[in-house]
């Protein structure tokens, strides 16, 4: 049995005394959870999230970091900064910022090697917009987005990272891919990768992201290449979040 992660992807949400409320409400509820929970925050909250989580059940992590590892990137973080702030975990190729930033195959490649070097475990996303999947070309999205890193990387760096299949109309708009949907997907990335390390594609952990709430969670997390999920908007309120991680 592969092991299960949750993780909160708050975006751009939060503030110290919300954050200290809703940290303190899932640290309540986590001795009835099994499976290994995250919480990636905003830059800014790093140091309150390992002051608060250190030693505790809940890890932590960002959702974002730089390619590059130091020098004249104004506004930029490393991954050796992340360290510094006892991440873990860090999302990356995240749509919106393939979308919003520019983000292309290519970058999310060099920062899935960045964060590897630097010892953080990256949860790389994929996934393809509606038009994509209108289209009939959704294996074929995930198929280049998995291509450009497997590219650089090598299949077994796979072995310390964490893939989530969001499709992109899925994320904060209400619509969660049936399980079905859902699972065809997982089932074609873990069958690509097997198809290169079978050893590798049997461990991965691939979280499903996409309106995952409490009320859908654990159907699809029944599936069987679902381990877990990536949750944006129901990870901003600890009893929400709390029975999606009870789920997995
Ligand atoms: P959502 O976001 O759960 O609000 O759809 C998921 C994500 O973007 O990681």
Redesign the pocket.
């Known amino acids: 049995m592969r092991r299960k992660l949750v993780a909160g992807?708050w975006?751009m949400h939060g503030s110290l005394a919300e954050n200290e409320r809703l940290l303190d409400g899932v640290l309540a509820g986590m001795p009835g959870v099994k499976a290994e929970v995250a919480v990636c925050v905003p830059y800014p909250y790093l140091a309150q999230a390992q002051a608060r989580l250190d030693g505790s059940a809940l890890v932590w992590g960002a959702q974002n970091l730089s390619q590059h590892g130091k020098g004249a990137f104004t506004g930029e973080v490393s991954a050796a900064m992340l360290r510094d702030f006892g991440c873990k975990y860090v999302i990356v190729g995240?749509?919106?910022r393939r979308a919003l930033y520019g983000e292309t195959d290519e970058i999310v490649a060099e920062k899935f090697v960045a964060a590897q070097a630097a010892g953080l475990i990256p949860i790389l996303c994929v996934g393809e917009t509606l038009g994509e999947r209108e289209s009939g070309v959704t294996e074929r999205v995930i198929a280049r987005q998995l291509d450009a890193v497997v590219a650089k990387s090598g299949v077994g760096a796979l072995a310390d990272a964490v893939l989530?299949y969001?499709p992109v109309w899925?994320?904060?708009?209400g619509k969660t891919a049936s399980p079905e949907q859902a699972q065809d997907v997982h089932a074609f990335i873990r069958g690509k990768l097997a198809a290169l390390d079978p050893s590798v594609a049997e461990a991965l952990v691939i979280q499903y992201?996409?309106?995952?709430k409490a009320n859908n969670a654990a159907e699809l997390f029944a599936q069987p290449d679902i381990d877990g999920g990536?949750?944006?908007?129901?990870s901003l309120a600890a009893d929400e979040f709390l029975a999606v991680c009870r789920a997995a």
């Open positions: 992807n975006k995240h749509s919106e989530a969001e899925a994320i904060g708009t992201g996409g309106s995952v990536l949750i944006g908007g129901a």
